[in-house]
Antibody, heavy 123, light 108 residues
Framework: EVQLVESGGGLVQPGGSLRLSCAASGFTFSSYWIHWVRQAPGKGLVWVSHINSDGSSTSYADSVKGRFTISRDNAKNTLYLQMSSVGAEDTAVYYC????????????????WGQGTTVTVSS | EIVLTQSPGTLSLSPGERATLSCRASQSVSSSNLAWYQQKPGQAPRLLIFGASSRATGIPDRFSGSGSGSDFTLTISRLEPEDYAVYYCQQLGSSPNSFGQGTKVEIK
């Protein structure tokens, strides 16, 4: 079964750090771009970051640039999101999602999603 | 940054009716990079449409997508009870890969 499972969420104090993980199974992890998407309570989806298949290229939303770092370990089939200097605005459910590519590698969607892990920033 | 604006914010329709959801981009988006998702409460999003008009695996044919440039549409031809949810469009052609704010389809 193709699956993504996030972990590492929890309660963190403002200004603190947290590392989220996303374990992949059932597909060739090293062949896919992977994204992080978050959703604050009662709000819409917000794209956070993505990383290409071999980890050599990354991109971030302006709201997290310089504070969050996406990385991957293809040997362990695992994606990471290192979060630092967190604030209340980072409180959300964080999803990892597999990038779907078509037509000579163009990114066309996110076809497999994890169940999400909840991050709460509070003192 | 490309801003996606979805309308209406909420659509109140009865089962069997046709739903038409709009997604307008602040600048032109390649059709190949426009996707639609469905999200139900407490669940992760599900990919419905990619490439503006291609249905994802397992998506019923009552869902269809169309459009080009800066105007895109998701149509549900006849609403089923399981279709009441929030729908998001997303562009993946340029970074950040922005989402629209969502359209909620509710039972009238």
């Amino acid at each position: 079964e193709v699956q993504l499972v996030e972990s590492g969420g929890g309660l963190v104090q403002p200004g603190g750090s947290l590392r989220l993980s996303c374990a992949a199974s059932g597909f060739t992890f090293s062949s896919y771009w992977i994204h992080w998407v978050r959703q604050a309570p009662g709000k819409g989806l917000v794209w956070v970051s993505h990383i290409n298949s071999d980890g050599s290229s990354t991109s971030y939303a302006d709201s997290v640039k310089g504070r969050f770092t996406i990385s991957r370990d293809n040997a362990k089939n695992t994606l990471y999101l290192q979060m630092s200097s967190v604030g209340a605005e980072d409180t959300a459910v964080y999803y990892c999602a597999r990038g779907l590519s078509r037509w000579f590698g163009s990114l066309v969607g996110m076809d497999v999603w994890g169940q999400g892990t909840t991050v709460t920033v509070s003192s | 940054e490309i801003v996606l604006t979805q309308s209406p914010g909420t659509l109140s329709l009865s089962p069997g009716e046709r739903a038409t959801l709009s997604c307008r981009a602040s600048q032109s988006v390649s059709s190949s990079n426009l996707a639609w998702y469905q999200q139900k409460p407490g669940q992760a999003p599900r990919l419905l449409i990619f490439g503006a008009s291609s249905r994802a695996t397992g998506i019923p044919d009552r869902f269809s997508g169309s459009g080009s440039g800066s105007d895109f549409t998701l149509t549900i031809s006849r609403l089923e009870p399981e279709d009441y949810a929030v729908y998001y469009c997303q562009q993946l052609g340029s970074s950040p890969n922005s989402f629209g704010q969502g359209t909620k389809v509710e039972i009238k």
